[in-house]
T-cell receptor, first 116, second 116 residues
Framework: AQSVTQLGSHVSVSEGALVLLRCNYS??????LFWYVQYPNQGLQLLLK??????LVKGINGFEAEFKKSETSFHLTKPSAHMSDAAEYFC??????????????FGTGTRLTIIP | NAGVTQTPKFQVLKTGQSMTLQCAQD?????MSWYRQDPGMGLRLIHY???????DQGEVPNGYNVSRSTTEDFPLRLLSAAPSQTSVYFC???????????????FGQGTRLTVV
């Protein structure tokens, strides 16, 4: 069964500092991995996704993530935090060996706070 | 460009009442899902559908019914509301690429449900 672990339910960084949100996954087959962002009172928006192509994936708003199979990780980074990055971030995994039998499994989320 | 539309946005129910949460998508996506979001638990899959006429249970299906009579619509029915069903509900749709569903999920804005 697939699962996702996000380390740190709350992360605070200063404006202009590096953002690092951690995600580890468990999957019995090569996974697809995703990062979603949720702004207050809104739905989830896709930041970036890994689908077995390049291991370093670039997304919107300056975020990127690196797939490391040996570490079963897919950490999200941004070199310089902006106030508008304050939101909740979810890591998710999708796997499946049978067509039409795949589900998206989410982590519990990390709330990112930006300190002025 | 509507995407995924959920109605209503807010709802208060009394224990024992029934209601239907509506979800419609205009992207001709095969796959549709319902999730509930609770603090500290991320998003959990309630039910999903891989096409019109086909539905299956997710992680937390008890107390909920779904049907998929058309590609566009995927309503979620609460049969007899309970306080434990107080949550934010998200509908999502996705498409397949090379036979891999859920390569990217598009989310609605959510329905905030309170059961008293």
């Amino acid at each position: 069964a697939q699962s996702v672990t996000q380390l740190g339910s709350h992360v605070s960084v200063s404006e202009g500092a590096l953002v690092l949100l951690r995600c580890n996954y468990s999957s019995s087959v090569p996974p697809y991995l995703f990062w979603y962002v949720q702004y207050p009172n809104q739905g989830l928006q896709l930041l970036l996704k890994y689908t077995s192509a390049a291991t370093l994936v670039k997304g919107i708003n300056g975020f990127e993530a690196e797939f490391k199979k040996s570490e079963t990780s897919f950490h999200l980074t941004k070199p310089s935090a902006h106030m508008s990055d304050a939101a909740e971030y979810f890591c998710a995994v999708s796997e499946g060996t049978n067509f039409g039998n795949e589900k998206l499994t989410f982590g519990t989320g990390t709330r990112l706070t930006i300190i002025p | 460009n509507a995407g995924v539309t959920q109605t209503p946005k807010f709802q208060v129910l009394k224990t024992g009442q029934s209601m239907t949460l509506q979800c419609a998508q205009d992207m001709n996506h095969e796959y549709m899902s319902w999730y509930r979001q609770d603090p500290g638990m991320g998003l959990r899959l309630i039910h999903y559908s891989v096409g019109a006429g086909i539905t299956d249970q997710g992680e937390v299906p008890n107390g909920y019914n779904v049907s998929r009579s058309t590609t566009e619509d995927f309503p979620l029915r609460l049969l007899s509301a309970a306080p434990s069903q107080t949550s934010v509900y998200f509908c999502a749709s996705s498409y397949s690429v090379q036979g891999r569903p859920n390569t990217e999920a598009f989310f609605g804005q959510g329905t905030r449900l309170t059961v008293v």
